[in-house]
Structure formats: C-alpha cells, structure tokens
C-alpha cells in the first residue's frame, strides 16, 4: 500500500478513486502512565510515557486505515491525513483518513517501486502500522 499526503503521486496514474477510508482508535492513559506524566511534566521537556502513547495510537489508527482501503480494493492512499482530540480529558482520540485509489506505474522508477512493492506486500516502513488495539500484548498478524 502506497501512501501519500500530496493528491497526486509522482510515477503513477490514479486510474480509479475508491472513496474515503479513515482509521480511528481512542485510548485512555492508564495510572501509572497519568502520575508519571504528572510529575514529569511539572519540570517541563517531553513526556516518554504519553509520546509513546500518541506513538501506539498513530499506528493503530493508520493500520486500521490501511485495512480499510484494502476492503475498497485499493493499492494506494492520496491526500492522508492525522486528527485528534481529547474526550472527557482522559482520552484522546487519533484518526488517520485519506482517499482510496487504485494506481499504476507509468515512470520506471515507479514500476520499479511498485514491482517491489508488490514482492514485499507492502512497503518497510510500514510494517509498524499492524493494528494492535492492546499495546501491551503480541502485534497482529494481518
């Protein structure tokens, strides 16, 4: 699955627009994790434990996109996107979205890519976007 957040993907040709695919995930911080960022955030820089959180979530989100434009039948995703938010100021919510495409090659650098691609079943970066709704337990195998 190629993705992109441009419209348009150098090399390639849109030949059909499938539709809109978004992947959502909530999370809540679990104790530890909220007194730990408490009192790390009370002498200010990053938050290990709540990056690592948005961290798990963007991949949930996105694995769960891309598993959604594989149910539309597409190869490729144009104009990607992240949101979030917060909910009842213990949960935050991620969702990635896009447009599900299907493309062919028409550079040779692209065919290039896409033979690959096609090899790999996907491409190496992004074997980490599995969803795995329990960060703590095995990732998912699909």
């Known amino acids: 699955m190629l993705i992109v957040s441009s419209n348009d993907i150098p090399g390639y040709e849109i030949q059909a627009v499938l539709g809109e695919v978004f992947g959502v ?3 809540s911080r679990n104790m ?3 007194i730990s960022a408490g009192f790390r955030a009370l002498s200010g820089g990053e ?3 709540m990056t690592q959180l948005m961290l798990q979530s963007r991949n949930e989100a996105m694995g769960r ?3 959604a434009a ?3 039948g597409a190869n490729a995703i144009v104009a990607y996107r992240f949101d979030s938010g917060e909910l009842a100021s213990n949960w935050i919510e991620i969702c990635a979205y896009g447009t599900a495409v299907w493309i062919v090659p028409v550079s040779e650098y692209a065919k290039r890519q896409h033979e690959a691609l096609a090899r790999a079943g996907r491409l190496p970066h992004q074997h ?3 969803t795995n709704v329990d ?4 990732p998912a195998t699909h």
Do not use: C, D, F, N
């Not at 960060?135 to 095995?138: A, I, K, L, N, R």
């Open 25 to 27: 995930t909530v999370r």
């Open 32 to 34: 530890g994790t909220g």
């Open 47 to 49: 938050i290990p434990e």
């Open 65 to 67: 996109m891309i598993h």
């Open 70 to 72: 594989k149910s539309h």
């Open 128 to 130: 980490q976007y599995a």
């Open 135 to 138: 960060e703590h337990g095995p």
